[in-house]
């Protein structure tokens, strides 16, 4: 049971939240701390109260697990809490350590003295799950901080570390290691001088750039378009500036409220699970032993090659980067060179940890030097002999145990683990996404033989690379490219069926995704997707539609970006797409060739038409077990893909609109179009009545 303990340290009494393993405040916490509050109160021998989190001192805020349920009408509330430690008669010290998120930095404002130790953060983040704090934060944030320095924290939810806090003005001390004594010591003094003990709500925000609202205001529309949470965030600081402390309470609660009730928090509170969930593996136990990288190698010196030995490098782990050609290894080394200046300048990166990073890359070229790696990823051609050669050649080099990772995008893992045997083990896929060195995404692909050592190894291993490693099984295209066809597909029959590539991305960016699919197109170069189409040509169903409008640009020499024309035409020296009539010519011969009607079309029917196949496809890597649970699909799509988040992913936006309504949709444009056809596992949920959120929750419980 959730709770609080009280002892006494001489004449001051230590509440701790006891609720492992964030001390977030769960049904029970609140009444319990009112508890200890209230024994401390009457003791007369208690002259103060510190207040702090258990086991390692997180205070994680409201319990999320909580929202959207009913609170139970007799429980009081963290409001309640609040309100006492305001109104304490005997002075109250919050002993912050580890993280104090949202409610708990609350709390913890509500006591009159903060004392934290050095390693401590605060921060309110409610925003990023779509609503602003709820029980007074914007109110006592900017009157302890002033609003110049609390309208960020609370608008961006990113928390500041404890020096920053005592020079704003949240903690009124930092000390070295545990910060009990400190606050013990902190209350003393504080008895001593007497009181009045100063209270948040009794002093006013203070403004100093008097643009400050308006600009932030002008930063949310540009950053975060179609987001209501940070808009309401500096509507609620506003109150604290313009309103009498406990009107601006009462503005923050309803809008608050209103924001809770919106499907942006839920989509973005289903994030927040989703992502917590990714590292848990059915039949998989949490704390399996895990093998220990300490030493990296990178086969292949192209660019996804280069990407992931500075991912290695960016997490200390020393890499050798393998390449029998000595030209391209010494033009890859000047590349992450260059990669690293340029993160140093935009000031991302500090000069030092920088050139530290860069002297971990060892470039190799003998693979004999690989016989001390404990893990190798390999990135060579996208071809299946080359992989298997090279997975030859890696058996012999490395050690027994190590673990041998292909970088691959489509092929066959189980046939590249086939070719080392003794090493079945050991073998499995990461999926980097390009560049590799930036984008989070890490699709981890399960071969049959992987065992979960080295699974529970690479996840790990792709948490120190700040990746978000997502388990996925064997098959073409894993999960996130395997969804993507159907979307890019979709596209560009659009443009065939009348659309133009400038309606589509429109669509598609109003929806919430940063660039539509022909921007993305353009950017990426139309010339990979052609090759692999040409190389797959023999083994495509020619009975279904095909539309040769990608293939007719690249014959072109329209290649995207890098050749100032793709699907737009690009001015020297500019990203902006640019509508080409060349292009709209081109979409009109290849649709009359086809014998294709155009007609006018909405923007309800390009967003289904691309984002449907997403959620078809999604069900049936469900059905098949590529993904373990629909929330990772989420995840993927988050990360890889730029799904808005605030859309909580694919199959979130599914369940939201009603997986009846999605059936429905895909039968009717089946019948006038090929490849639409709802998936075996859409169709039942649909017909239970049930969401994918459903599955999870099943999944969870098992
Ligand atoms: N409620 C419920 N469960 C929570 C939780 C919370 N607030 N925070 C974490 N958990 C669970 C999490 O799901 C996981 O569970 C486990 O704890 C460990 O988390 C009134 C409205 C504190 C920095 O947004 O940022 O206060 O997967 O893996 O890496 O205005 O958790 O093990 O079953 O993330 O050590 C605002 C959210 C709430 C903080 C710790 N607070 N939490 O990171 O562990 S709204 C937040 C975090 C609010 C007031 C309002 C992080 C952490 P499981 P973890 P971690």
């Avoid at 001489?10 to 769960?26: E, H, L, Q, Y």
């Avoid at 809008?255 to 590292?279: D, K, N, T, Y």
Wanted: hydrophobic share 45%; charged share 25%.
């Amino acid at each position: 049971m959730p709770g609080a303990i009280l002892e006494r340290h001489g004449d001051v009494a230590v509440i701790t939240i006891d609720n492992p393993p964030v001390n977030a405040m769960s049904v029970g916490v609140p009444s319990a701390i009112l508890a200890r509050l209230a024994e401390a109160q009457l003791d007369a021998a208690i002259k103060a109260v510190v207040v702090r989190g258990g086991g390692g001192g997180t205070i994680a805020g409201a319990d999320i697990r909580m929202f959207g349920k009913p609170w139970p009408a007799d429980e009081p509330t963290l409001r309640d809490v609040i309100a006492a430690f305001e109104t304490s008669p005997k002075p109250v010290v919050a002993a912050l350590r580890g993280s104090c998120l949202g409610g708990g930095l609350e709390l913890a404002m509500s006591a009159h003295y903060r004392v934290a130790g050095a390693d401590a953060s605060v921060g309110q983040p409610e925003v990023k799950l779509g609503f602003p704090p709820g029980a007074g934060g914007t109110q006592r944030l900017p009157r302890l901080a002033g609003v110049d320095a609390a309208l960020p924290m609370i608008v961006e939810g990113n928390p500041i570390g404890a020096a920053r806090a005592l020079e704003f003005g949240v903690v009124d001390r930092v000390v070295d290691g545990d910060p009990l004594a400190g606050a013990l010591a902190f209350a003393r003094e504080r008895v001593a001088a007497g009181g009045p003990h100063p209270r948040a709500r009794d002093k006013a925000a203070k403004v100093n750039d008097p643009k400050i609202f308006e600009a932030t205001r002008a930063a949310v529309a540009r950053r975060a378009r179609g987001l209501r949470a940070p808009l309401a965030c500096i509507e609620c600081v506003a109150a604290a500036v313009n309103l009498p402390f406990d009107d601006g309470v009462k503005r923050e609660r309803a809008i608050f409220e209103a924001c809770m009730a919106s499907p942006e928090s839920a989509a973005l509170r289903h994030v927040f699970f989703a992502e917590r969930a990714i590292g848990k593996v059915p039949g998989v136990a949490k704390d399996t032993t895990k093998k220990t990288i300490a030493k990296g190698g990178v086969v292949g010196s192209g660019t996804m090659g280069t990407g992931i030995a500075m991912n290695f490098a960016n997490a200390g782990i020393p890499v050798k980067l393998f390449d029998a050609d000595a030209v391209a290894l010494k033009r890859c080394m000047a590349t992450i060179e260059k990669n690293y200046a340029g993160s140093v300048a935009r000031g991302s990166l500090a000069k030092d940890k920088a050139d530290k990073a860069f002297a971990l890359i060892q470039p190799v070229s003998d693979l004999a030097t690989f016989a001390d790696v404990d893990m190798v990823i390999e990135a060579v051609f996208e071809e299946m002999p080359i992989k298997l050669e090279v997975f030859r050649a890696l058996d012999k080099a490395c050690k027994p145990g190590a673990i041998l990772a292909s970088n691959t995008s489509y092929l066959n893992i189980d046939t590249i683990a086939d070719a080392v045997p003794a090493r079945h083990g050991d073998v499995l896929g990461t999926h980097f996404f390009s560049p590799a060195n930036v984008m989070r995404l890490l699709e981890v692909v399960r071969t049959k033989s992987v065992s979960a050592e080295t699974l529970m190894t690479v996840l790990d291993l792709g948490r120190r690379m700040r990746k978000v490693p997502v388990v996925a099984g064997a098959c073409h295209g894993f999960i996130g490219n395997r969804m993507l066809e159907g979307y890019f597909r979709e596209a560009v029959f659009l443009l065939e069926e009348g659309a133009s590539p400038t309606q589509v991305d429109k669509a598609i960016t109003d929806f919430g995704f940063p660039m539509g699919p022909f921007t993305v197109g353009d950017l990426a170069g139309l010339d990979i997707s052609w090759r692999k189409r040409k190389a797959g040509e023999a083994g495509r169903d020619k009975t279904k539609r095909y539309s040769p409008l990608g293939d007719r640009l690249c014959e072109r020499g329209r290649f995207g970006q890098k050749t100032g024309a793709g699907y737009y035409r690009y001015e020297a020296g500019s990203r902006a797409p640019i509508p080409d009539p060349e292009v709209d010519d081109l979409i009109v011969a290849v649709a009359k060739e086809q014998g294709i009607a155009r007609r006018s079309i909405g923007d309800e029917e390009i967003v289904q038409r691309c984002l449907h196949p997403l959620v078809n496809e999604g069900a049936r890597i469900l059905d098949d077990g590529i993904a373990l649970r629909a929330g990772d699909i989420d995840i993927v799509w988050l990360n890889g893909y730029a799904f808005p988040a605030w859309r909580g992913g694919p199959m979130h936006w599914a369940d939201t609109v009603g997986l009846s309504g999605i059936v429905v949709t895909i039968e009717r444009f089946g019948r006038d179009h090929d490849f639409w056809e709802p998936a075996r596992l859409l169709v039942r949920l649909a017909r239970e009545g049930r969401h994918f959120a459903d599955l999870d929750k099943e999944d969870a419980h098992a």
